[in-house]
C-alpha cells in the first residue's frame, strides 16, 4: 500500500494519477525506492487507474505493473542453477555406477584368468599320469615278454622317477604298480584352491581343484 500525503494513513488500492503525483511530491526516495524503479513526477499523465493500483504477485509486491522484476529474475536464475546442479549430481551418480560395473568387470575377468591357468595345470597333470601309466605298461609288457630280470626300482627309474623315491616306494607297496601309483603321488604337486569368482549380487564360490 501507498502512504497517504499526510503521513498519518494508508492509501486503500487506486489512488488515481492525482493521488500517485501527490505521493511523489511528498515522498523522499530512498534505495529500495530506486530499486523497484518507482516513476518521478510528470510521468504518470497517461497512466490509467489500472497502472497505479498495488496488487499481491509472485510472494512480492507489485506497484504501477512492475512485478518485481529483479526478484523474479533472481528467482528464475537460481531456478536454473538449481536445476543445473540437480543434473550435475545425476551424470555424477551415473559416473560411479560406471566406474564400479567397469571395476566388478575387471575383478571378474581376472578371477576368470585365473581359473582358467588352473585347469590348464589340472589338464597337464591328468595328461602326465596317463602318460606314466602307460609307460608302466609297456614297461610291464616288456619285461613279461622278455624275462627281463629288471627290478622294480630300475623300472621306475627308467619311467624318469628319481632312484631314492622308487626304492622307498617298492620297499612301502612291493608292487610295482602300486609302486608306480605312490611315485605318480608324490611328484604331484598338492591340489591348489580355485579363486573365487565375484558373483553379481553374492558372493565368489572356492572350488578346490584336484589333481
Known sequence: QIHTIDGNGYGKGNMGKEGIDKFLKAHKCNA???????????????????????????????????????????????????????????????EKRRVAAMAEERDLQKAKQEMEAVIREREKLRREKEELARMMNEFDAQRQKQGDKTSDVDALVAMGFEKTKAQRAVEQTQNLEAAVALCIEQSTPPAKVLPAIPQRGGSGATVAAGG
Open 32 to 94: 529500495i525506492c530506486k530499486w523497484l524503479k518507482l516513476p518521478s513526477t510528470g510521468q504518470l499523465k497517461q497512466s490509467t487507474g489500472a497502472d497505479t493500483v498495488v496488487k499481491p504477485g509472485d510472494g512480492h509486491t507489485t506497484l504501477a505493473g512492475t512485478a518485481g522484476a529483479k526478484i523474479v529474475a533472481a528467482r528464475a536464475e537460481l531456478a536454473g542453477q538449481q536445476e543445473a546442479l540437480a543434473q550435475q549430481q545425476a551424470a555424477l551418480e551415473d
